[in-house]
């Protein structure tokens, strides 16, 4: 008899960057294993914060069969402007019609919740009542932990009662699995601290090295030019530094071999292009279709991702997967006792700095600007580093065994 998942997550296909790709490639993986895979997600609308054309004029709850995936969607609120207390509509809206849709499930062996949101575990732990199944929680990103270390709740602090009773209840649910999951290190080491037993494993995200590779791509449309192109391809958004970015850019204006390429969408876009007017070495382009992320990804010279020195592993960016699957080497600022600084230290893939450290920022672009034979020995590095330690295939196994032993 064939294992019945039910998978509980807000982002999904079409969606086809950060969680979305890979809660959809998770339950394709299952359904193509014998396993009977149904999801209970949202409407797309990320990274672009509005739902997607082709579901607009859908009805709110919505069935469709995706590659042999029974797929139950409900409409949820999506704010154009995400602000902290908009999120919380968000989040409680999604939490309402998803409640409706678990009793459109008829059977569970095991159910699967994504985090974010955490109220996914709430409703994972519904439905594993119902069901008599197992409650496996998955935990991409701790919300709670990066909405206090944010600067949308800058006011307020971990230590109010706000933030007490929040974790208080994130640990209660917590500990209400079966099985729980997180992608770091240092996010595990969170996770246990938080549930205080033993039954967390790693499964860290992956990256598809058939899908973005450099023997097979061709240059983007998006960077056609013969200069130095320093790429950042993802979400737009509160967590990156694009404070530091404004710096840098400003700095290497007048290097004119040098360009700076932005693609991609999110919260603070529209914020960044009216701090970018009059720019004359940055370029800001609309998201590409998963089917050219490798063309894009492998046409730079130099990735880049700032992040905010003051928040530590809250999320582990998936992004940098593939950043070092294109076999270029990346340049990350952020907090150097993060994860992400380590890999980048092991794999000797590029460069980590702290986010107060511009000058050396600065100096390690001209180093590989001048220095291609260096360029070369770090992008051989990065993709041979996460062929060894992220790859699809293996990973997708790690999260076979899993299920089977639940």
């Not at 569970?108 to 575990?121: E, G, H, K, N, W």
């Not at 192109?229 to 071999?257: C, H």
């Not at 999110?266 to 992320?293: A, D, F, H, M, Q």
């Not at 076999?327 to 380590?342: A, F």
């Amino acid at each position: 008899m064939k294992k019945k998942l039910t998978i509980i997550g807000i982002n999904y296909y079409p969606e086809d960057t950060a969680i979305g790709l890979y809660t959809s490639q998770l339950a394709t993986y299952f359904n193509n294993e014998g396993v009977e895979v149904s999801v209970l997600t949202g409407f797309p609308y990320y990274p672009s914060w509005k739902i997607s054309k082709s579901y607009k004029n859908k009805s709110w709850f919505y069935k469709e069969n995706i590659n042999g995936v029974q797929v139950y969607r409900y409409k949820q609120y999506v704010p154009q402007r995400p602000t902290f207390l908009r999120r919380i509509f968000h989040l409680l809206d999604f939490t309402f019609g998803t409640f409706i849709n678990l009793f459109k499930i008829q059977k569970a062996d095991v159910v699967l919740c994504i985090v974010p949101f955490t109220s996914t575990i709430f409703l994972g732990s519904i439905l594993a009542k119902l069901k008599k199944a197992k409650l496996w929680i998955h935990i991409q990103d701790f919300e709670f932990d990066a909405a206090s270390d944010s600067e949308m709740t800058k006011k307020k602090s971990k230590t109010s009662i706000f933030y007490k009773v929040l974790f208080r209840v994130e640990k209660r649910l917590l500990q209400a699995a079966d099985v729980r999951s997180t992608i770091s290190h240092s996010m595990l080491k969170k996770l246990v601290s938080k549930n205080a037993d033993k039954k967390s494993v790693l499964l860290p995200n992956w990256v598809d090295l058939s899908t973005i590779d450099p023997v097979l791509s061709t240059r983007h449309h998006y960077l056609k030019s013969d200069g130095f192109k320093i790429l950042y391809s993802g979400n737009i958004g509160e967590k990156q530094d694009w404070e530091f970015f404004l710096q840098f850019a400003k700095q290497l204006e007048k290097n004119k071999q040098i360009e700076l390429i932005i693609v991609g969408d999110g919260s603070k876009r529209s914020w960044l292009e009216n701090e970018l007017i009059g720019s004359k070495n940055v370029t800001l382009y609309p998201p590409v279709p998963y089917s050219e992320l490798s063309d894009l990804l492998c046409s730079a010279d130099l990735h880049f991702l700032f992040q905010k020195g003051d928040i530590i592993d809250a999320v582990m960016p998936s992004k940098i997967l593939g950043m070092m699957a294109s076999e270029k080497p990346s340049l990350i600022t952020g907090n150097l006792n993060s994860e992400v600084s380590t890999i980048i230290s092991e794999s000797k893939a590029g460069a980590y700095f702290s986010s107060s450290e511009l000058i050396k920022v600065l100096d390690f672009v001209s180093l590989v600007e001048r220095d291609l034979s260096l360029r070369k020995e770090f992008g051989i590095n990065a993709r041979k580093y996460v062929s060894k330690n992220f790859s699809k295939d293996e990973v997708l196994k790690q999260f076979k065994r899993v299920l089977e032993t639940i």
